[in-house]
């Protein structure tokens, strides 16, 4: 079993937004297709970093989860900044089962766990220390961060079984050109995460992307700066 991920598909199968305006997003989910088939097995999971789908709300959402259910693998998704169907995790998991999308399942609060490593993550959010309504959002976000790793931390411990590695998932990136959100990159630290992906940034700001920060590999995969690709995690 191999685990990949993929962020910000920008899926609009129901909604009116099309993608091909953006340079380099023609036939872009004919592509991810292809190349998610070529890779992927039925028994590999694929990590989804937010920003799935246009839709605002989750009736409007049918057909793009119907796209990614249909696809090989079992998929774990967390919101995006554009998730704006995102509604309660009793919700979404009533939506899951009602549409029969037996192959998705959700990263909040909580952690997988895949043999050698562990899944976590949350949305995280821009921060720099200014402004009182990001402020309670990120400590919102590092909460559901530090709930996520204490669960892969707490089912290590029941299950008598060593964390070898603690993968963390991201929607923001934590450091971005001159910025970094240091609520988020104490976190890392505190739990000596060594390895993150994340989503968010597109086109040519690719180039800004860092592939390391204080002994942090980070990894941007946003769908158009990976080809379209699910990129191997492990």
Known sequence: MSVYAISDLHLSF??????NV??????????????????????????LPGDLSWALKLEEAVEDFRFINSLPGK??????????WWSTVKKIKAFLEENKFDTID????????????????????????SGEVDEKIIRRECGRLELSINSAKKFAEEKNIPINEIVVFLHY?????????????????????????YGHIHGSGKIYALSEYEGIEMRLISCDCVDFTPVFID
Do not use: Q
């Open 14 to 19: 129901g909604t009116d937004k099309p993608m």
């Open 22 to 47: 953006f340079r380099g997003w023609d036939n872009h989910t004919e592509r991810i297709a292809a190349n998610w088939k070529r890779l992927v097995k039925e028994n590999d999971t694929v990590i």
């Open 75 to 84: 998929k774990i998704i967390l919101k995006g900044n554009h998730d704006f």
């Open 106 to 129: 959700i990263l909040f609060n909580n952690s997988f766990y895949f043999e050698d490593f562990f899944v976590c993550g949350s949305r995280g959010w821009v921060y720099d220390g």
């Open 173 to 197: 990136p934590p450091v971005y050109r001159d910025y970094v959100c240091e609520p988020i990159i104490d976190i890392l630290k505190k739990h000596e995460i060594k390895r993150i992906y």
